[in-house]
């Protein structure tokens, strides 16, 4: 009766008479993983793992109670023992996808990412049109900073579904942390056409044109994304950049206040901000807003930097000193421009950069 309403769907009504069973008859393992699955359905996974455990006092070693085991001990969070489940369901079925897959999630839990990745390479292995397999192991190499395996990776997973935006907007992300701006570009170009609507589609598209110089077009592109969502912020701060680096310093004053207006702890807009005003020869007002970036990220080199110049240019050298001996705590081989104004080293000229365009993200 109990193993019938599973076949139902029907987890609740199926604990009564499974449980039952047991009662009357405890030495067979198949009621006790039948209950078990219904536990698990049910979200009670403690006692799931309690029935599949004497599954396993009964009939060793069997595969599906091992699974299923892993399964709900990684739901609980106990990943060692979820891993130990897996390894034991491989020894035993060692062309079982699905359990390379769930190892390597247990691994990347546990920070094991050789293993994750390790495990997600056979997943894929044993079942290469598995889309899901391929992300993780993309996202696996990306989390442990190898990002042309990871590019590589994602071009398998865009095989797979060509117009995955997800899958798009991760692989730009792998290109920037690569340097490769104009496949970062590319990439968020593609984004925008499949999400037309997303403004921040439009933003990442500004980002990328900022760090590859096109400031008319970043400027451009930013004007479009605020037209689609005022309310965001990164497009004001990509319009900002576009702007500094068109030499219009105190147009991106404007912009950067707009975005720090709707996101009051945006650090690059605080640090590029004071770094306009600074621009502007307004030293003074500049110290506000570096501050501010400096309490919100006090490890922020280009806040401490841009900080000591403002005060240099302001005639406190006493604090501008502070700020540069912070500088050698925090990196010693850090090249702003304080170091040299106190040395009276002449700073290279701007390029009307700052701490950089916003960062991409995802849509």
Not at 46 to 69: I, N, W, Y
Not at 151 to 163: G, M, Q, Y
């Amino acid at each position: 009766m109990g193993a019938w309403l599973i076949q139902l769907d029907r987890w609740e009504e199926a604990v009564e008479p499974l449980s039952r069973a047991i009662e009357l008859k405890t030495r067979e393992p198949s009621t006790h993983y039948w209950l078990g699955i219904a536990y698990s359905h049910l979200k009670r996974h403690a006692d799931a793992v309690k029935q599949f455990r004497e599954t396993l006092k009964l009939q060793k070693s069997e595969p599906d109670s091992l699974f299923a085991l892993g399964v709900n001990l990684a739901e609980l969070g106990q990943f060692h023992r979820a891993a130990e489940a897996y390894n034991q369901v491989i020894q035993i079925r060692p062309e079982d996808g699905d359990t390379y897959f769930n190892l390597g999630v247990a691994n990347g839990e546990l920070g094991r990412h050789d293993e994750e990745i390790q495990a997600y390479k056979k997943a894929a292995e044993l079942t290469p049109q598995d889309f899901r397999i391929w992300v993780n192991l993309a996202l696996a190499y990306s989390n442990s900073k190898k990002h042309e395996s990871a590019i590589t990776t994602w071009a398998r997973v865009l095989e797979l579904r060509p117009d995955s935006v997800p899958a798009l907007t991760s692989r730009m992300l792998d290109y920037e942390r690569s340097g490769l701006y104009n496949e970062a570009l590319a990439d968020a170009e593609a984004v925008v056409r499949l999400a037309p609507d997303a403004s921040e589609s439009y933003g990442n598209v500004g980002v990328f044109l900022n760090r590859l110089g096109d400031y008319e077009n970043a400027l451009k592109v930013a004007r479009e994304a605020i037209q689609l969502n005022p309310d965001y912020p990164d497009a004001y701060c990509v319009a900002g950049y576009a702007l500094q680096g068109l030499g219009r310093h105190q147009a991106a004053t404007v912009e950067y206040m707009k975005a720090i207006e709707l996101k009051p702890d945006y650090i690059e807009a605080l640090v590029d901000l004071g770094d306009s005003y600074l621009e502007l020869d307004r030293s003074s007002e500049a110290v506000s807003p570096l501050k501010r970036a400096i309490e919100l990220m006090p490890e922020c080199l280009e806040a401490h930097d841009g900080l000591g110049v403002a005060y240099f240019k302001s005639g406190d050298r006493q604090s501008a000193e502070k700020q540069l001996q912070i500088l050698k705590r925090l990196n010693s081989v850090f090249e702003g421009s304080l170091g040299k104004l106190l040395s009276g080293e002449k700073p290279a000229p701007d390029d009307g950069s700052s701490s950089g365009p916003p960062n991409p993200g995802s849509t």
